[in-house]
């Protein structure tokens, strides 16, 4: 199994350091999360959403990006994503604590909102999908200025029904601009699972409407999500086609806490089904 392990990733062209430091850095997030809940439930943060359970696939499709070269429109549970394109842990949490020096806004903007200029990271508006119109204004500017630049956003699957995340993908297929989606599936948008936001079952599929591949990579499996991204930047580079990614993500483990009426709400079929989840892919005994 180690053999097999250690053939995909030089395969892959990565060496046992790269992968090394993707594991760094997914380890870093769940440091970087966890202590943030500490902190929040101690009051000195407002609140945290978090990205635990989206690590591996945050850390997999960053690692092709640029750093200071392409640019990234992430959301709220980007914490693995903002870190691996260069925030920094006190980046990230000096944000939460809106402290005078905080990169992202001075203080001023909501925790989770990461962004940061001298990243190439854009910040985020409240509303979900806003990102998405911006990594693809990035893509066109880059297009016209005729720069070597790839734009990366990325969003739940609840977002991908907001009918500006349609404007961008089609006026991104339109245009054929560098600029990958990166669609972060964990099966629910607070309590409205799958199936009620998705007609058709998946947001991958809706990319050959839009003229441009769409793949489904298990969230779990983070060569395979470094190895869509790859292909995905390496196709953006060459301006041929888009990537669109579905990322099939596990389950994040703790709840939103902002959101304490909509987790009063959760169906219980929710909770079983997450409870099921967890028994059989982290062998939880019943
Ligand atoms: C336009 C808009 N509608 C509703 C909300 C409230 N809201 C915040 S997060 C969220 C759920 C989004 O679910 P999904 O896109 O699947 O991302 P997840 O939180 O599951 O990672 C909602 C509805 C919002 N911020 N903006
Ligand atoms: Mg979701």
């Not at 980007?78 to 000096?94: C, R, V």
Request: include cysteine.
């Amino acid at each position: 199994m180690a053999t097999d392990t250690h053939a995909r990733h030089a395969e892959l062209g990565l060496g046992d350091d790269d992968v090394l430091a993707m594991y760094r850095a997914m380890l870093l997030a769940r440091a970087v999360d966890e202590r943030m809940w500490l902190m929040q439930r101690a009051g000195k943060i407002a609140f945290i959403i978090s990205g635990q359970g989206h690590e591996g696939a945050q850390v997999a499709t960053a690692w092709p990006m640029r750093r200071g070269q392409d640019w990234m429109a992430p959301f709220y549970r980007s914490i693995a994503s903002a870190l691996t394109f260069g925030m920094s842990a006190e980046d990230i949490i000096t944000a939460h604590l809106a402290k005078a020096d905080d990169v992202s806004s001075g203080g001023r903007q909501m925790p989770g909102h990461y962004g940061g200029a001298p990243y190439n990271i854009v910040s985020l508006s409240s509303p979900v999908g806003t990102q998405v119109l911006h990594a693809v204004g990035i893509a066109m500017g880059a297009w016209v200025r005729g720069d070597d630049v790839v734009a990366q956003t990325s969003f739940g699957e609840g977002t991908a029904n907001q009918g500006e995340v349609h404007e961008a993908m089609n006026f991104a297929g339109v245009h054929r601009l560098p600029v990958i989606f990166i669609c972060e599936n964990n099966g629910y948008a607070i309590s409205v699972p799958l199936d009620r936001q998705v007609a058709g079952g998946s947001v991958a599929a809706r990319a050959a409407g839009y003229g441009m591949p769409g793949v489904v990579v298990d969230g779990g499996d983070v060569l395979g999500c470094y190895a869509a991204a790859k292909t995905a930047h390496e196709r953006a580079r060459r301006g041929e086609v888009r990537g669109m990614t579905g990322i099939d993500d596990p389950y994040e483990a703790p709840e939103h806490p902002e959101l304490t009426f909509d987790q009063a709400t959760r169906p219980a079929a929710a909770a079983a089904e997450i409870d099921a989840w967890v028994r059989e892919h982290l062998g939880v005994p019943a």
